[in-house]
């Protein structure tokens, strides 16, 4: 198993490219798992083409608003909710193309590591990639 780097940011915005290879494999976001603050802007950067952003609804806080970026699209989101956030590329959803942020402290990990043993069903290839993005948290 591929340790991912977890990015500890600073400042307000921060950026997460989609990409169709990198250090931690094939079909990644990078970074894979990001700690943020409460308000931060997240940019989600199309380097490679036939990507997107978006949220897995059973695996964001409670509150928090979800996400879905335009394929090939760079998009924008400000994350007001403390929690984990995880999100995925829908057409390499299969591929396990996901990627985890941390707002503030992870008040719903145990609730979102429930549902990311359920959901990793859906992956083809990859199928620990998730499990090891959330104990990095």
Known sequence: MIVEKVALS?????VVEMLNAG???NMIFDPAVIKVSKGDIIHFRAVDM????ATI???IPSGAESWTGLMNQDISVTLDVEGVY??????????????????????NISEVKIAAEEYRS???LNNDRLKGYLAQL
């Not at 600073?10 to 921060?14: L, Y």
């Not at 036939?50 to 952003?53: A, D, R, T, V």
């Open 23 to 25: 250090d931690g494999g």
């Open 57 to 59: 609804n059973s695996m």
């Open 122 to 124: 859906n992956f083809m």
């Open 10 to 14: 600073q400042g307000n915005e921060h």
């Open 86 to 107: 995880v999100y995925q590329c829908d057409p390499h959803a299969m591929m396990a193309m996901v990627g985890v942020i941390q707002v503030g402290e992870a008040v």
């Open 50 to 53: 036939s990507h997107n952003s």
